[in-house]
């Protein structure tokens, strides 16, 4: 049967469904990473030496050159990207070293220097970080002005030495004049020869003009590397430690931490959380997958939420449940836990009123010791209980108990049977034949099947067996192996049933013992035990054939004798009132059962 709330987790994406359902569980795993890591991150902060930052900021300006005019300099474009590593070069650094008369080595004063070049600007940021504000103004200053001085520097000697190289050039022009003046003075005035000198006198004094005119603009150039336009500041608080950035990146850290540990946990957590687990770790298809809490341990209205799934359950389970194959005979439907736990007794019960409130008979059974059915149902534990009718104190359609406003529905409750002892298999077959032809469906609760060998072995005689899962209690495994269980035995296992997550079960009242003198006759009531017999179809005195399910003895099972092997003895067994012993007796279809 296909759950509305699996369906719903299919179509609107079974990823994101899981990832929710995750962090909903191990939220606490996240908030704990979160927290541990911000107060890593205040740790580190305590921790940190304060430190504190200046910056300068220095306008570079593109050096003059003999060739080019003020013009020309003023839309030249320096290249931001090298002067930054100028800055912070050792050979500023030791001009530095000397403004800040430091005894520190130039390589530590630049490892304190950055220096950012903010975009589309010719402006460089030199920032310094030191242990204290002044020595932070001072390094960022001194730093921006040796790079300032060292540019100045450099450009002036590049000028001096051109300068000096026009200069040396006039000279040795001159000298070339006045050996031209001084042959021209030497020839006659009409000769080829001085026809020639006075040639090479034109070509020299056209070399000089043009030397002078190169050595006249670098004569009254001057050097402007750049200035300061912005001076550095005495910090007002230390730029380091960043209280803000250690908090953010502690709590980021953590919360990385805390999902890779949240998801690994989850990976190796083996628990039912949804009935897409039990499908997809142990392939036994689900049935029903109920609302994951409830807050009532108790059987509930028929308007609830669970009673009406239940109903649909119901309706599902008349549709594909094979009839017995004998005529006449009620369904046997078996519902063990496969957890420890008070899931299948929670549905057992409220599986049960859904089929009694549709107007069937319906009888359930228990032989699981300290079930919650007795609490569920309202039944006081007495001498007419399972363990009674195991005894042979009392026939079954005797000790079955009405349950408040469902006249349609009786029960079995266990009684003081022992949890150590094993139940007579061969017994409880013969009580579910007697109540199957009495009761259109008998429900049997029992325990994990590891744990109960009859659930194994009631497992094989039944119509149908349903595995309870309780969300967020059972594990894979635990399914698993009482797959295992029933498989050995062929047990008609149709799928599971995924419960929600049942309250703490009230505490259990004393027992009450089982050779308790009997109690007078009340009037009949409205909830009386009788039983109305079963309305049987004509042939039902034949057998079914063709059908391969084993089925019990035909005959009640003999169970009266004088050794433990053949009568069951609970906690409670004893001799009874009057001192006799206690024996079994049969009870006839038509007999009157208050």
């Known amino acids: 049967m296909p759950s509305p709330h699996l369906a719903e987790s299919d179509s609107d994406g079974p990823v994101l469904m899981a990832y929710l359902g995750w962090l909903r569980r191990r939220w606490w795993i996240l908030l704990l990473a979160a927290i541990l890591g911000t107060a890593g991150g ?86 310094y970080e030191a242990d204290s504000p002044e020595e932070a103004r001072a390094g960022s200053h001194s730093f921006a002005q040796a790079y300032l001085d060292l ?31 001084a042959r021209i003075t030497g020839t006659p005035s009409n000769s080829v020869q001085r026809k020639r000198a006075e040639a090479d006198q034109q070509v020299l004094t ?25 001076d ?128 069937q008979q319906v009888a359930l059974v228990t032989t699981k010791p300290g079930s919650v059915l007795t609490a569920m149902t309202g039944v006081s534990e007495g001498r007419h209980s399972l363990a009674a009718v195991l005894r042979r104190d009392v026939p079954a359609l005797k000790a079955l108990a009405p349950v408040p406003g469902l006249g349609q529905l009786r029960v079995l409750v266990p009684g003081d049977l022992d949890a150590e002892a094993e139940l007579p298999v061969a017994a409880l077959l013969e009580v579910l034949a007697e109540l199957s032809a009495r009761f259109d469906h008998v429900l049997i609760e029992t325990a994990q099947p590891i744990i109960a060998v009859e659930a194994q072995a009631l497992g094989r005689y039944v119509d149908a067996v349903i595995v309870v899962a309780e969300t967020g209690r059972t594990r894979s495994g635990e399914i698993s192996a009482a797959l295992r269980q029933f498989e050995q035995v062929d047990a008609p296992v149709i799928g599971a049933v995924l419960a929600p997550r049942l309250p703490a079960a009230a505490a259990k009242p004393a027992a009450v013992p089982a050779n308790r003198p009997k109690p007078a006759p009340s009037s009949p009531s409205v909830e009386s035990t009788v039983v109305l017999p079963r309305m049987k179809p004509s042939g ?41 012993a206690r024996s079994s007796y049969a009870l006839d279809s038509g007999e009157d059962l208050g």
């Open 540 to 580: 039902s005195t034949g057998t079914a054939t063709g059908s391969a399910k084993p089925t019990p003895p035909a005959g009640p099972v003999p169970m009266t004798g004088t050794g433990q092997g053949s009568t069951y003895r609970s906690r409670g067994d004893g001799a009874a009132v009057d001192g006799t």
């Open 206 to 230: 056209n070399n000089l003009s043009s030397l002078n005119n190169r050595l006249s603009p670098l004569l009254s150039t001057s050097i402007d590397p750049g200035e300061i336009i912005s």
């Open 42 to 127: 205040l740790a580190v902060t305590q921790l940190q030496h304060a430190r504190y930052t200046s910056t300068t900021s220095v306008l570079v300006r593109p050096l003059a050159t003999g060739g080019s005019d003020n013009s020309t300099n003023q839309n030249a474009k320096v290249n931001l990207d090298t002067e930054a590593q100028v800055v912070r070069s050792l050979v500023v650094g030791e001009r530095a070293r000397g403004l800040m008369k430091s005894g520190t080595s130039a390589d530590d004063l630049v490892e304190s220097v950055t220096v950012t070049v903010p975009p589309n600007s010719q402006v460089l940021q030199v920032a």
């Open 232 to 359: 550095a500041r005495l910090p007002s608080s230390p730029s380091s430690p960043n209280r803000t950035l250690n908090l953010a990146s502690g709590m980021g850290a953590g919360l990385l931490l805390g999902i890779v540990l949240a998801l690994v946990l989850d990976r190796l957590d083996t628990r039912i959380r949804r009935g897409r687990d039990i499908a997809d770790r142990v392939g036994l298809p689900v049935l029903l997958e109920l609302p994951p809490r409830t807050s009532s341990l108790s059987v509930l209205p028929p308007a609830h939420k669970i009673s009406r799934e239940l109903g649909r359950l119901r309706n599902v389970l008349l549709s594909t449940v094979p009839q017995p194959a004998e005529p006449g005979r009620g369904r046997q439907l078996l519902l063990c836990n496969g957890s420890a736990g008070n899931a299948a007794g929670f549905v057992a019960a409220n599986l049960a009123a859904a089929y009694a409130r549709a107007g």
């Open 151 to 181: 540019r100045s520097a450099t450009a002036q000697r590049a000028l001096e030495n051109e300068i000096n190289g026009l200069r040396q050039q006039i000279d040795n022009v001159n000298k070339q004049l006045s050996a031209v003046a």
